[in-house]
């Protein structure tokens, strides 16, 4: 069967009918962006309306799909905030829809007089009156002769509507088609659904158990994600198995470890020679470096990155920001030099860089730090010899391979600086070899953790004023950008004004997403070379962010925030020979599993301990709890609760690759059509190009 069969979903949400350009800015926001990713978004909760001809047995309160005719309006003056009324009659009964903030004609348009349409919403009573407010669904009276008292709710986000969601989602599942199997006999469970089948049920759940992950429709589809993901990950690592072989004398090693100073951990001892002894072999290295906040990952790759420039070869450093990028190249040219390597920086809005792409391409340059832009058509090197990627769940298979393609049997170093409990790794990585540095630098102390309520504010803040006498440098985090009706939490502009009256508007930078990125690195020298010592900040920090005068870290509202991200904001501080402090403010209420977070966070700086307790009090998920980093996103698979299926998965994958050759198989080009609905495709087409 040809991958044409799944065109129609991939086709934009443009194509389905009542969807225009700015409900598509709406559903971007939910980031669905085609057809596949409407089927993909999954029902949360069950509507019940019961169909009813009358009210007599109507209590307030009550879910109901009614027949009502529309006698009158009652249309409120302009100046008056009174709602507009409809009198309408079910049977025999009156029975008055309310609307508050509407306008008329759209109202009148869609319950026009002496009509009949199918209203859902819950009753109540009004002085003695029948009345539904807002009506959830309005429909054509016609409806009622087929209606379904139990339909999906679907997650929202604002301008979208309840019944836009299930009628969008009803005409998406309309476009699928039944595929061949592509899951293993031997893997898949006897009451498993085809997929097609899997996916109308999941969207018609009937009671709450249709909503969980162990029902067999939402098993399977969570299988299909991951068995993907497997498949995709082994392609990329079996593609080219064959490697070159990288040697060196260690000269321009010594060199660097010298301009150094410290000598290396016995956790990056180890680290850089297993990595070493994968260059030298003769098989393509795809290792991932794993270790703690500060256990000094970046100069195991820097001496790695030496190992592979001394024996001729290029360089490549990929990160996700531009602020990372910076830093990245600042501190590694400080060391590099030293050795006399030559290293350069390209990121996306740099000018005047056919000169860097021209130096590149004869070999010039031989370590090259960069954002996206390193995936560019136009970045080509010499001699590719080593790719060092940062943060690596920022990047995509794709872009892994897109970066790797510019080179002959490159060898590839992930680094992640979230720690990932051993049952997590398979699902961010694959089967990787994996390096864990599990000491820290000498020197390092750790940072002491304690937490109070948000009602000692002030007492925080006057303990400040002794913190800025002493030169200390503070981080201030705060869950929002701008104050929000909607939810009660710390904003940070809103800080950042309070605390500038407090301590003076030299003292006080603020940073956040929303900034261009010229404001950020003002924000960010004024705090690091200047005379700003209190950064106020969003999570925009949370990775990359080096200043090691900085020894105080203040997060608001701590209790909202999951603990990988908790235990990476703290690692913005204790990074030089200081002894630093972090303090978490929780607002009230908190939940059981929020307090418990912070105990944690207060008992230990060990970021596996931190990451497999993280594991454990998530279970099936926190609705407080942020999104954790270096956990992969899933749409219809949680990482967090499906280990066992997420084995199986793998073990699916590797059968399945042993057929030779693995695309030209039955299962094989069913399992190609799996990739593409996960959008592997390019991926696999560059795999099976080579």
Known sequence: MRPEILFPLFAPL???????????KTLDRLQLSCVFDIVCHLPVGIAHFPLKKSLKDCRPGDAVALVVKILDYSIPPKIQKKPFKITCTVGQDLLDLTFFKVYPKSIESRLPRGQQRLICGTLEQFLGKWQLTHPERIAPAEVASFWKEKSPLYPLTAGLFQNQAQRFTQVALSRLRELPEWIPEAHRHEAWPSWKTAFEKVHNPQVEGDLQPHHPARERLAFDELFADQLALSLVRNAHTRGKIIQSNGTLKTKILEAFGHPLTPGQTKALA?????????????????GDVGSGKTIVALLAIAHAIEAGYQAAFLVPTEILANQHAHNLTKLAEKAGIKVALLIGRQKQKQAL??????????????????????????????????????????????????????????????????SLQLTAYGDLAVSRILDKPQGRQPVQTRVLGLNRLQEVCEGLQRLLENGEKIYWVCPLVEES???????????YDHLRSLFGAEKVSLVHGRQKVEEKEMAM?????????????????????DVKDATVMIIEHAERFGLAQLHQLRGRVGRGDQSSHCLLLYGYPITDIGRRRLQIMKETNDGFRIAEEDL????????LGTKQ???????????????????KAYIAAQDLLKDDPFLRSPQGQAARLLLSLFRQEKGIALLTSG
């Open 14 to 24: 443009s194509s389905l009918k009542g969807v225009g350009p700015s409900l598509i």
């Open 274 to 290: 297993e990595i070493e002894a994968d260059m030298a072999s003769n098989h393509r290295m795809v290792r991932l470096l794993q």
């Open 357 to 422: 792409y021209d130096d590149l391409r004869h070999g010039k340059v031989q370590l090259i730090v960069g954002t996206h832009a390193l995936l560019q058509e136009g970045v080509q090197f010499a001699n590719l010899g080593l790719v060092i990627i940062d943060e690596q769940h920022r990047f995509g298979v794709e872009q892994r391979i897109s970066l790797t393609s510019k080179g002959q049997d490159v060898d590839v170093l992930i680094m992640t600086a979230t720690p990932i409990p051993r």
């Open 485 to 495: 009706e909607v939810m009660d939490l710390a904003a940070a502009k809103e800080r």
């Open 525 to 545: 020298t004024a705090f690091k070379e200047g005379p700003c010592q209190i950064l106020v900040a969003t999570t925009v920090i949370e990775v990359g962010i």
């Open 616 to 623: 454990r009090l998530r279970g099936g998920g926190d609705v």
């Open 629 to 647: 980093s270096g956990l992969p996103s899933y749409r219809l698979a949680n990482p967090l609760t499906c280990a066992p299926l997420l084995e």
